[in-house]
T-cell receptor, first 112, second 116 residues
Framework: SAVISQKPSRDICQRGTSLTIQCQVDSQVTMMFWYRQQPGQSLTLIAT?????????ESGFVIDKFPISRPNLTFSTLTVSNLSPEDSSIYLCSVESPYEQYFGPGTRLTVT | AQKITQTQPGMFVQEKEAVTLDCTYD???????LFWYKQPSSGEMIFLIY??????QNATEGRYSLNFQKARKSANLVISASQLGDSAMYFCAMRELYTGGFKTIFGAGTRLFVKA
């Protein structure tokens, strides 16, 4: 199993600013995933982050809005840029083993 | 096209009874994985159970079992002896392989209410 921590757990940000979310895993993993969960909705994959390469973004998500860093095998950051109220969501990072998927506790972002 | 379908937005069950949460999926892959997760009001995502497409036996984990019908492309979650703490949102998910990796897609979820 993997233990994942995220910082911050929640934040309230003003429109037009940016928030960087950190994700730390207690073991080395090749792939890390970032998801968004809008209020009352399911999870949507934002991007996959591999160490040593550019992140792969899903349709509807772009690097300028959601830049991702993956400096080593245990850490990743997701930045949500130029915030608007529509960005108010829970952001979760996750890692996967062959038969399981582990999520961080999530970061609850509110944009005012 | 919707790949994971959960047709029950909400379900009620009496405490100590069993409940089935429906999930159908669509894929042309031969190798894939199916997952169920629980999300209580706290927001954390809790992994419940996994079924591989080549697994011949239905997966079981304690009170959770997955009724896997491959030909019908369904992967229903059965919770036996429901408890009040089972009240939560439940998500079905499918892992697909693609060039260079894999990704997991989620259904819309079913909110389960357990009545005392």
């Amino acid at each position: 199993s993997a233990v994942i921590s995220q910082k911050p757990s929640r934040d309230i940000c003003q429109r037009g600013t940016s928030l960087t979310i950190q994700c730390q895993v207690d073991s080395q993993v090749t792939m890390m995933f970032w998801y968004r969960q809008q209020p009352g909705q399911s999870l949507t994959l934002i991007a996959t982050a591999n160490q040593g390469s550019e992140a792969t973004y899903e349709s509807g998500f772009v690097i300028d809005k959601f830049p991702i860093s993956r400096p080593n095998l245990t850490f990743s950051t997701l930045t949500v840029s130029n915030l608007s109220p529509e960005d108010s969501s829970i952001y979760l990072c996750s890692v996967e083993s062959p038969y399981e998927q582990y999520f961080g506790p999530g970061t609850r972002l509110t944009v005012t | 096209a919707q790949k994971i379908t959960q047709t029950q937005p909400g379900m009620f069950v009496q405490e100590k009874e069993a409940v089935t949460l429906d999930c159908t999926y669509d894929t042309s892959d031969q190798s894939y994985g199916l997952f169920w997760y629980k999300q209580p009001s706290s927001g954390e995502m809790i992994f419940l159970i996994y079924q591989g497409s080549y697994d011949e036996q239905n997966a079981t984990e304690g009170r959770y079992s997955l009724n896997f019908q491959k030909a019908r492309k369904s992967a229903n979650l059965v919770i036996s002896a429901s408890q009040l703490g089972d009240s939560a949102m439940y998500f079905c998910a499918m892992r697909e392989l693609y060039t260079g990796g894999f990704k997991t897609i989620f259904g819309a979820g079913t909110r389960l209410f357990v009545k005392a």
